[in-house]
């Protein structure tokens, strides 16, 4: 409840601010109304009351016109010097325009506030000790205008000192806040851009799968369809025929549990029910299934074979990541191959393991990619996956003929 008043009030200064004249109001027309009965009799109720809203109603200003607050109380004051030698209650505005001025004001015009309050509680002092005493005839030395002064000065200084240090903590609040609020730009900037990549490297995901998968099973269904009406032994096509359906099979089936993998991360994230959490639990792929992207080919009567060379241990172990991203490009090559090298191509899978790390060549002696070739993103992801492990990627035409791509993935890097 307090709460919810304070942020009230917060949001609506001049209401708090009539909060403390109307508190206010009532003593300090008590102080008006004693101090001018003594020379107006009856009129100082009424004309204390005009005076009293000299004092009050420049508190309405007191936080949103700090400066103007303490101008307007200059003459509810001057009044008092010309008309009263007695400390009166109205003088606490002024206590309260100096704490505004320091805690709200213009920064450039708080020094001058607090000298213009020692001024003004210096002739205070001499107004209310040495002039009243003359006033009425008493000795001025039997007075005390320096504790006065003191007292005045140590007011005017506390309040301003207040309101000092109550600017400094709402702009150590403020300095806080905006803190707060960047680096909550920043962390949704953030997951904006984890988002972005994400989708980027799902985006190349579906791609090598959906393209290579597509391009066996096409390879597969030629195949079978010139068996169907090849001559020969009708026992033998239909084997051939049943085995190369059976690749298509094999080759949709894990087409489409990777594209529902792919699918779940997107539609259910880690802890949310769905497919999400069976993506999180599928295996990526590794080195070790290399195997099953060369074997379709070699089945479909394609000169395709898979060569390791060196010791996977000489070398320090890649990660997840690396491997699928070698995976990646071997099965983005071998879609290219079965894309553009022709129908009588070889092509050649060779890992090779050496102490700095791993070097994947795909090797084909076929027609290689014709000039309206490679416009699309296959060799641009297969740069991407490289240069996120500090390898490097290079592609182009064998001197003998065909095409080649070759990728390393360093264990080590060297300082730069």
């Known amino acids: 409840m307090i709460a919810r008043l304070h942020a009230w009030f917060a949001?609506?200064?001049?209401?708090?601010?009539?909060?403390?004249?109307?508190?206010?109001?009532?003593?300090?027309?008590?102080?008006?109304?004693?101090?001018?009965?003594?020379?107006?009799?009856?009129?100082?109720?009424?004309?204390?009351?005009?005076?009293?809203?000299?004092?009050?109603?420049?508190?309405?200003?007191?936080?949103?016109?700090?400066?103007?607050?303490?101008?307007?109380?200059?003459?509810?004051h001057l009044i008092q010097l010309a008309g009263t030698d007695n400390v009166l209650p109205g003088n606490v505005t002024a206590l309260l325009a100096l704490y505004a001025v320091a805690a709200y004001g213009r920064p450039r015009l708080t020094r001058p506030w607090l000298l213009f309050g020692l001024v003004a509680a210096l002739v205070g002092a001499l107004d209310w000790t040495v002039v009243g005493a003359i006033a009425h005839g008493a000795e001025p030395l039997a007075t005390d205008p320096l504790g006065w002064w003191m007292f005045g000065s140590a007011s005017v200084a506390a309040s301003w000192f207040m309101g000092m240090l109550a600017r400094s903590r709402r702009s150590n609040i403020q300095a806080l806040r905006d803190r707060a609020d960047a680096l909550e730009r920043e962390?949704?900037?953030?997951?904006?851009?984890?988002?972005?990549?994400?989708?980027?490297?799902?985006?190349?995901?579906?791609?090598?799968?959906?393209?290579?998968?597509?391009?066996?099973?096409?390879?597969?269904?030629d195949?079978?369809?010139?068996?169907?009406?090849?001559?020969?032994?009708?026992?033998?096509?239909?084997?051939?025929?049943?085995a190369a359906l059976a690749t298509i099979q094999s080759t949709a089936r894990t087409a489409l549990a990777e594209t529902r993998r792919l699918v779940g991360v997107l539609h259910a994230g880690p802890g949310e029910p769905g497919a999400g959490d069976e993506a999180e639990?599928?295996?990526a792929a590794t080195l070790a299934d290399v195997q099953a992207l060369v074997r379709p080919l070699a089945e479909a009567g394609r000169a395709a074979s898979l060569t390791i060379e060196g010791d996977p241990d000489a070398h320090a172990p890649l990660g997840a990541g690396a491997e699928l991203a070698a995976y990646r490009i071997v099965q983005e090559s071998l879609t290219n191959v079965l894309k553009h090298a022709g129908p009588g191509a070889s092509v050649r899978v060779t890992l090779t393991h050496t102490p700095g790390g791993l070097a994947v060549a795909v090797?084909?002696?076929?027609?290689?990619?014709?000039p309206t070739d490679g416009r699309g993103h296959g060799l641009v992801g297969m740069r991407e996956r490289v240069a996120a492990f500090g390898g490097t990627l290079t592609t182009g035409r064998r001197p003998s003929g065909g095409f080649e791509v070759r990728a390393t993935f360093p264990t080590q890097r060297e300082d730069s």
Do not use: K
């Open 363 to 370: 090797a084909d002696d076929g027609a290689g990619p014709g």
């Open 281 to 283: 639990r599928a295996p």
């Open 223 to 242: 195949g079978a369809a010139f068996l169907a009406d090849a001559d020969g032994d009708a026992a033998e096509r239909l084997a051939s025929t049943r």
């Open 187 to 221: 962390r949704d900037q953030s997951r904006a851009l984890a988002a972005t990549q994400e989708r980027s490297r799902i985006a190349r995901e579906m791609h090598d799968v959906v393209a290579h998968s597509l391009s066996v099973i096409v390879v597969q269904a």
């Open 11 to 76: 949001a609506r200064p001049t209401a708090g601010d009539a909060v403390w004249a109307a508190v206010i109001f009532l003593p300090v027309w008590m102080g008006c109304t004693v101090a001018l009965n003594r020379t107006m009799g009856s009129w100082g109720l009424l004309i204390g009351l005009g005076w009293t809203a000299l004092y009050c109603a420049p508190l309405l200003w007191r936080r949103t016109h700090p400066d103007l607050c303490a101008l307007a109380l200059v003459p509810a």
